[in-house]
């Protein structure tokens, strides 16, 4: 039977949680279960600490780290602010350098302006017209002050693959610290930290079918970073406050299932599909990296609609235009605008995004209906801006 | 963006949209633009007898410009043709709920319905 309703590709911005996840976060909730504070002594506090250790093996083994490196966080948000800030500030040295790249995240990008009035340096990269940021780039702008790097390992809206083995090793050989922020990857694209230099990696688990609000920092042993949150010795002394130890077992039990070989497969075969019938629209044009990009992210370009009219005429798909934080901001998107495209055609572009609850009709339908939205709107305007 | 239920129904089914598909006797027709709006406004209307019987509009443009175009393409039929001069734009904004961040692209289909008038009367 085929469903109706609206049509969610929007795991991007967020992902419903997982059944089997919900059932493992409900275990720890009620008066039989494992709601105690884990940092108590007695025993439910033993009980919950026990969870939350079992929980930081699962996450550590999926990106081929040991527990003791995994230091959690509310999201990656936090993450991405405990390594940018965490590792310039606890230098001590206010002139230090911090490279990114212009089409990260806000939570880099943003924490970078901070840090930039609070007195450090910040150089960020262009990439080319699909996105990539070319190593050459990162080695031009490497000085003597320079402290970390940061390049995303997903683009969140357009999903190119950066080429993070051949940055983390200049990085390393160079005594650069490396940092990548990971929301994207898992369960999308392999993170084998054990082959790669890098150094600090920031992690969420709403991404990959887990509870929102919590995520982690992966540090590298011998990384020496400055605490945000103070008020507890939980996380080593690195992030005080008590653990939420259903959104930790939930996060573990999301990494659990997040079956990379095998899923990643099956997105790509969604997006194929729907790519295949967008670009059957007239002018309709991929963003981003046709190969090196992540199998779960398809962002186009729709020549001729304005945007807004566009989303409102296909609010049956829940999709989104530029990132899922910016949603009512209505500047055209930076990540879009930093691959040379122009304010309205940025504005006219769409990311879709599948995942493993997408189904073959929900493709069918969504293609379906942008054909006729977007036949519909260009013969109302029968115009396509130069601008 | 929150859409009151009368723009959602004409950016749905906008009235007087397109262009006139037969006669072009007593057509004439005024467009405008701005690109930091992201707006294009084309009306054309057929004017009988110092009336206008007929209004088409093509709008490059958000959901509540759309919507204006098709509420004044509506205003238009059966008015006499000093009525190009004469839309209320703040008027049309609080009809249709219009954000006041968006006045500026209003002011675009009273700048095209400007234009017509001008042809009309052989000003430009």
């Known amino acids: 039977m085929k469903k109706t309703g609206p049509i969610y590709l929007d795991y991007a911005a967020t992902t419903p949680v997982d059944p089997r996840v919900v059932e493992s976060m409900n275990g720890c909730l009620e008066m039989d279960g494992a709601f105690a504070n884990p940092s108590s002594v007695h025993l439910p506090g033993q009980k919950a600490a026990q969870m939350v250790s079992e929980a930081r093996a699962v996450i550590a083994a999926r990106i081929h780290a040991r527990p003791q490196e995994i230091i959690f966080t509310s999201g990656a948000t936090e993450s991405d602010n405990l390594a940018l800030k965490g590792i310039l500030m606890g230098r001590g040295n206010q002139h230090g350098h911090l490279i990114t790249v212009k089409t990260e995240h806000k939570a880099v990008l943003d924490t970078a302006k901070v840090l930039n009035r609070a007195g450090f340096e910040v150089t960020y990269l262009d990439c080319d017209s699909t996105g990539l940021v070319e190593v050459r780039q990162v080695a031009d702008a490497l000085k003597e002050n320079t402290i970390l790097v940061s390049v995303m390992h997903v683009n969140n809206e357009i999903g190119v693959i950066q080429p993070l083995p051949e940055i983390g090793q200049l990085c390393r050989s160079k005594g650069v610290l490396f940092h990548v922020d990971a929301a994207q990857s898992i369960g999308k694209v392999p993170l084998p930290l054990n082959e790669w230099c890098i150094d600090l990696v920031s992690l969420t688990s709403h991404k990959v079918y887990g509870p929102k609000g919590i995520g982690a920092l992966y540090l590298r042993p011998g990384v020496q970073i400055t605490p945000l949150v103070h008020g507890g010795e939980q996380e080593r002394g690195l992030r005080a406050g008590t653990l939420s130890t259903h959104q930790i077992v939930g996060f573990g039990k999301a990494f659990e299932l997040a079956d990379t070989k095998n899923e990643a497969p099956k997105l790509e075969a969604l997006c194929a599909r729907l790519w295949r019938g967008l670009k059957s629209i007239d002018g309709v044009r991929l963003n981003g990296h046709p190969d090196q990009r992540s199998p779960s992210i398809l962002n186009v370009a729709i020549p001729g609609v304005e945007g807004e009219s566009l989303r409102l005429a296909i609010e049956d798909i829940a999709v989104s235009s530029g990132a899922a934080c910016n949603t009512d901001s209505p500047e055209a998107s930076y990540v879009l605008k930093a691959l040379g495209l122009s304010d309205s055609l940025a504005q006219g572009s769409l990311r879709f995004s599948v995942g493993r609850f997408t189904t073959i009709d929900d493709i069918d339908r969504a293609i379906t209906l942008m054909k006729k939205e977007v036949a519909r709107l260009r013969s109302l305007a029968s115009f396509t801006p130069d601008w | ?124």
């Open chain 2, 1 to 124: 963006m929150n859409y009151s239920s009368e723009v959602r129904q004409r950016f749905l089914s906008p009235y007087g949209a397109g262009i006139f598909e037969h006669s072009s006797l007593g057509v004439v027709s005024g467009e405008a633009s701005d690109r930091t709006l992201n707006v294009r406004a084309c009306f054309r209307v057929q004017v009988v007898d110092g009336v206008i019987s007929s209004s088409r509009f093509q709008v490059f443009g958000c959901p509540h410009t759309l919507a204006a175009a098709s509420w004044v393409s509506e205003w238009l039929e059966g008015r006499p043709a000093i009525a190009l001069r004469q839309l209320n734009v703040r008027s049309l904004a609080d009809t249709l709920e219009v954000p006041v961040e968006k006045f500026g692209k209003l002011l675009l289909i009273e700048d095209a319905l400007l234009r017509c008038a001008q042809v009309l009367e052989g000003t430009i």
